[in-house]
Nanobody, 126 residues
Framework: QVQLVESGGGSVQAGGSLSLSCAAS????????MGWFRQAPGKEREGVAA????????DYADSVKGRFTISRDNSENTVYLQMESLKPEDTAMYYC???????????????????WGQGTQVTVSS
């Protein structure tokens, strides 16, 4: 059974930083693309970042490019999201997701990501 457990959310002022972690278990983590998504109240879930298995190629939403960094530690079965220069519009529930293959589905298509964590809240105040 695939399990994804996020941690590291919290409250921060605009311009601040937060680091999220997602611990994975129950499958061959190192062989799967991993991603981060977020959902603000009243809005659809949106893709934030993804990291491919193998070569670690990354993809980011335009709204976070240059501010967020996704990384993975296969020895720890963990994927990270380092968030810098946070803005109030980054406020959302952040979810970790796993794909079913080493390649990454589109960040714009949440239906192609079969495994999800429970989420961790990030709140950025102005």
């Amino acid at each position: 059974q695939v399990q994804l457990v996020e941690s590291g959310g919290g409250s921060v002022q605009a311009g601040g930083s937060l680091s999220l972690s997602c611990a994975a278990s129950g499958y061959t983590y190192s062989s799967n693309c991993m991603g981060w998504f977020r959902q603000a109240p009243g809005k659809e879930r949106e893709g934030v970042a993804a990291i491919r298995a193998g070569d670690g190629a990354t993809d980011y939403a335009d709204s976070v490019k240059g501010r967020f960094t996704i990384s993975r530690d296969n020895s720890e079965n963990t994927v990270y999201l380092q968030m810098e220069s946070l803005k109030p519009e980054d406020t959302a529930m952040y979810y970790c997701a796993a794909a079913s293959s080493w390649t990454c589905p589109s960040l714009g298509n949440t239906a192609r990501w079969p495994y999800w964590g429970q989420g961790t809240q990030v709140t950025v105040s102005s």
